[in-house]
């Protein structure tokens, strides 16, 4: 089955930083890579998704992006504010035959020091 | 839309006792997972259905571990008998696509 691993588990920027996470995934037919962030005693929320068949999307602050060819993709957050220190999850998606269930990585806790 | 409503909130119970944890899916959704999150085994799929149907149960731990889906508003996750090691915090999400999964507020559960 599908394999996620997130690199680095802690990460600590300066405000106005960028900060990068990176996932890697095993299976090659995955072709769902969304990212969710998950605020002390909240739940996850998605801030970006990208599909097998686009390279790079943005949105303001925030990017992923995608290697199929080295199955790893990433996400950057630049200019780093206070409010986005949180933990961090990529997953991946496996399609099944009659269903899809993502993978999720074992998360990235960013500390944005003011 | 409300989203995904959980209950309860939180749950302290003492080892042995049954746990129902409950789930009601955003309206329309036809994608229901059940999730456990704790520090050291962060996020897990526990099951998953499908139009009411489960598909994937290979991520409950044990058979004190059963989850059902009577309709399409409305799912439990039961743990019978409860032990320690259950503690964690237990996530209900729901998808009508392929794509986003959106997430219910949890349920925080102690077992004493």
């Known amino acids: 089955g599908e394999n996620v691993e997130q690199h680095p588990s802690t990460l600590s920027v300066q405000e106005g930083d960028s900060a990068v996470i990176k996932c890697t995934y095993s299976?090659?037919?995955?072709?769902?890579f969304p990212w969710y962030k998950q605020e002390l005693g909240k739940r996850p929320q998605l801030i970006i998704d990208?599909?097998?068949?686009?390279g790079e999307k943005k949105d303001q602050r925030i990017a992923v992006t995608l290697n199929k060819t080295a199955k790893h993709f990433s996400l950057h957050i630049t200019e780093t504010q206070p409010e986005d220190s949180a933990v961090y999850f990529c997953?991946?998606?496996?399609?099944?035959?009659?269903?899809?269930?993502?993978?999720f990585g074992a998360g990235t806790i960013l500390r944005v020091k003011s | 839309d409300a989203g995904v409503i959980q209950s309860p909130r939180h749950e302290v119970t003492e080892m042995g006792q049954e746990v129902t944890l409950r789930c009601k899916p955003i309206?329309?959704?036809?994608?229901l997972f059940w999730y456990r999150q704790t520090m050291m085994r962060g996020l897990e799929l526990l099951i998953y259905?499908?139009?009411?149907?489960?598909?994937?149960d290979s991520g409950m731990p044990e058979d004190r571990f059963s989850a059902k889906m009577p309709n399409a508003s409305f799912s439990t996750l039961k743990i019978q008998p409860s032990e320690p090691r259950d503690s964690a915090v237990y996530f209900c999400?729901?998808?009508?696509?392929?794509?986003?999964?959106?997430f219910g507020p949890g349920t925080r559960l102690t077992v004493l």
């Open positions: 999400a729901s998808t009508v696509s392929r794509y986003e999964q959106f």
């Open positions: 259905f499908n139009n009411n149907v489960p598909i994937d």
């Open positions: 990208i599909r097998s068949n686009v």
């Open positions: 309206s329309g959704h036809n994608s």
């Open positions: 997953a991946a998606r496996t399609e099944m035959e009659y269903g899809n269930k993502l993978v």
């Open positions: 299976d090659s037919a995955s072709n769902y």
